[in-house]
T-cell receptor
Framework: KAGVTQTPRYLIKTRGQQVTLSCSPI?????VSWYQQTPGQGLQFLFEYFSETQRNKGNFPGRFSGRQFSNSRSEMNVSTLELGDSALYLC????????????FGSGTQLSVL | QKEVEQDPGPLSVPEGAIVSLNCTYS??????FMWYRQYSRKGPELLMYTYSSGNKEDGRFTAQVDKSSKYISLFIRDSQPSDSATYLCAMRYGGATNKLIFGTGTLLAVQP
């Protein structure tokens, strides 16, 4: 089975621009979560989608948004980029069920100049 | 105070040593406990997953959970240079959510 796939792998943007990141979950997985990883704050939860519905949201400003499509693929968008948005953005997927495990992709490394 | 505390290290050990990694947490509502390994420029890889107090063993890895003390540990036996990575503990509340709360990670270096 292929793992979680995230594209692009690296991205360089300038302040004020917007960016869209993509995530394809493991086949059969309907839950997708997004996390931001920075050296200072570590891994922080952004949001979670299940069957195209946002199920949970972390403590991030409204500039961060996401969505999930009917094939379970997910995108996250960051508008009006700030320097502090530079981070590794990680997507994780899991199958249905309360005790299911989360599997992460390799992430998208975003640099904001 | 953070919900999950983890010593960031770095921790350096010789090859073959037993490694002990630890996390403490403050919220007794956490029900699921995980250890992830993360190599540089890669996503976290799930190593161990438990949801009850006690020990769980998988090869050279043993995960230990003590809910009464709010303390979890990961032991690595016969450590190898390939074990050099950042180890992250993570926890999850019960209910229909996959939101994980992570520790800051411990950087481990196993010297050959």
């Amino acid at each position: 089975k292929a793992g979680v796939t995230q594209t692009p792998r690296y991205l360089i943007k300038t302040r004020g621009q917007q960016v869209t990141l993509s995530c394809s979950p493991i086949s059969g997985h309907r839950s997708v979560s997004w996390y931001q990883q920075t050296p200072g704050q570590g891994l922080q939860f952004l949001f979670e989608y299940f069957s195209e519905t946002q199920r949970n949201k972390g403590n991030f400003p409204g500039r961060f948004s996401g969505r999930q499509f009917s094939n379970s693929r997910s995108e996250m968008n960051v508008s009006t980029l700030e320097l502090g948005d530079s981070a590794l953005y990680l997507c994780a997927s899991s199958s249905e069920g309360v005790r299911e495990k989360l599997f992460f992709g390799s992430g998208t490394q975003l640099s904001v100049l | 105070q953070k919900e999950v505390e983890q010593d960031p290290g770095p921790l350096s050990v010789p090859e073959g040593a037993i490694v002990s990694l630890n996390c403490t947490y403050s919220n007794s509502a956490f029900q699921y406990f995980m250890w992830y390994r993360q190599y540089s420029r890669k996503g976290p890889e799930l190593l161990m997953y438990t949801y009850s107090s006690g020990n769980k063993e998988d090869g050279r890895f043993t995960a230990q959970v003590d809910k009464s003390s709010k303390y979890i540990s990961l032991f690595i036996r016969d450590s190898q240079p390939s074990d050099s990575a950042t180890y992250l503990c993570a926890m999850r509340y019960g209910g229909a959510t996959n939101k994980l709360i992570f520790g800051t990670g411990t950087l481990l270096a196993v010297q050959p």
